[in-house]
Every structure is written in C-alpha cells, then in structure tokens.
C-alpha cells in the first residue's frame, strides 16, 4: 500500500525499476534510494482518504536508549572539519554530512510493527506537507515520512523544486551562513533542472522564504522550469538526482567526499519518495528527509533507521552542525519511541 498526498492506493499492479514507466498511465508510489535503487509501483485502487490516525497497538517503537548513530559526536565533527579542509583546498564548497540512526524493534510481529501506523502518530506529532508511507514488504521496502521538502512536483510539463538549507529553532538562529548555503543550492538546482528544461524556462519564484515547521524553522526556496521536447522522467531523474540540497556543490565533488566520509549507506535518507500521477501528468516527490525505513532480515529483529544531517560550509562550526542534526532527529526519534512531544 502507499499513503501520499491524501490518498491511498491498494491493489498493487507491477513493481519496475524503469523511469519511463512513470510516462506510461496509471498511479505509482515511487521509492529513490539515496545509493541508486529506484522503485516504482503501480496501484489499482487510489482512493481520497483523511489524515492518518494513531492506531492504538499497531506500533511498538524502538526503547528510547536503544538508538545508536553511524557517526558519533567525535565522528561526526571530525567530518566537518574534514569538510572543510576540502573547501579550502577548493575541491568543494559545501557537502551534507550525514548520520543514520539506527534501534531494534522490540517485537518482531509486522502487525505490531506497521510502517503506516508509524505514519499515523508522526502526522499527530510532526505534521508535514509530503508525508506518506510506502509498505511492499515482499520488495524490502517500509517507509514512513515526514518530509518537509519537495524534490520535484510536476504539473503536465512544468516542473518544481523546493530545496531547503538553513536551520535553526526559530528565525532569529539562522545565521548568515544559512542564506548563503540556500542561494549556493538554489544555483546548483537551477543547473540540475536546466539540463532537462528548456532554455531560459528556468525561473525561482521564492528565495530563501522563512518556513515554520514543528520544533525548528527553515529557509527554503523554489526553483520552476518546463520540460524540453522529448524530456520526461528518464531525462528529469537523470539530470536532478540525488537532491542538490542533502548532497552539495560541485555535486560531483560532493558525492565522492560523502562517500569517502559517511560510514553507512543513506538508502531511502535523502533519496525520494512519493507519487507520480501518469493519467494526469501531475506528481510530488519528496526528499527523503525526516524519514523512518524498517530492515527485516531473516532470523533477526527487525530495525528502524532514521537519518539526519547538516551542510557543511567554510562558515561551518562543527558543534553546532552536530548540534543541528540532533535539533532534526529528537522530536522524531522521540515519537517513534513512543514518546510524544507537545
């Protein structure tokens, strides 16, 4: 089942690895893997449905000091100052680092382990305007989301990016740092979407736009442009992925540091996540940020993931990078634990 944009798709038709499926007709949940695994599920029955609910009994989280981290403190500013070294050495100017979370589920029954139901109570305590859930099981796949960016939306042939840097718990923490690692983003986005819009379609409606979320605020911008002839998902995917915004600039230069630096792989974390309307040539893909997958392996308790991050800059102070991607994941980390934050 899928649960994205206030719908809910059952019956599930074909599961391919193909973008160009994306073209053909019909409603699919998509699933982006950060490291390369694209999914694309096609659904017969897509439905309008409320909010998610919290199902009582139908999740049981994590034991809240059960979680443990790819990276730990010392790790992890180790790695911005690491990252910064490569900045001044030019061979990059800003890269997300980032951490994953990792805690055993204490009962290995899926009925008391629904991903959705995950979805219910993070939609209580988190609300976010891409939430969703992805549940195929029989694919490995088990995703709750509480993302607050947009990766793509795509109305026929005019397509969008929200891609957010800058964080902070409220607007007066955000720091000069912040709006210049937005516009830096906003520059790569614009030449990522360029390669598969037409010239001089590229446009940004809104930049650096203040966005007030449960618990922190962030900066985010908007980047728009229109699909050249003969472009469409292959061509988009290809041209934009991974996100600008979770990877860095040159994203070239980038993508080698984050693999050098990072200890485990990121996989549904900053990959994307969400729905493609074929029929009407509308979809909404989110970053996969603020995101909980389970791992379910044969003989062994089942696992949750959480992943969380911070761009690095030269104005970058490692504490305070760590210090952010702890004010991302504790209101989440703690719902899922079955805590629950006013």
Known sequence: MARFGGRLATGLCEVTSDPAALESDGWWA??????????????????????????????????????????????????????RERIATGEVYQANLCR??????PDPDPARSDIDALTGLLAHGNPAPYAGTLRLPEHGIEIATASPELYLSRTGRTVSSGPIKGTGRTEADLLEK?????????????????????????TVPDLCAVEKHPGLVHLVSLVRGTLRDGAGWPELLDATFPPGSVTGAPKSSALRIIDELETAPRGPYTGAVG???ADRSEAELAVGIRTFWIERTAGAAP????????GITWGSD?????????????????????????
């Open 303 to 310: 696992v949750l993931h959480f992943g969380t991050g911070a």
């Open 100 to 105: 994953v979370m990792t805690a055993p589920l």
């Open 178 to 202: 912040d709006y210049a690692e937005n516009v830096m983003i906003v520059d790569l986005v614009r030449n990522d979407l360029g390669r598969a819009c037409a010239i001089g379609s590229i």
């Open 275 to 277: 729905w493609v309307d």
């Open 30 to 83: 998509v699933a982006y893997d950060f490291e390369g695994r694209l999914t694309c599920a096609r659904f017969a029955d897509v439905r309008p449905v409320p909010a998610p609910v919290r199902t009582p009994g139908a999740w049981r989280g994590p034991f809240p000091d059960s979680w443990h981290s790819s990276l730990d403190r010392a790790g992890y500013t180790a790695g911005v100052r690491a990252i």
């Open 318 to 342: 490692p504490e305070h990078e760590w210090a952010e991607t702890e004010l991302k994941a504790a209101r989440l980390v703690a719902i899922a634990s079955g805590q629950h934050p006013e």
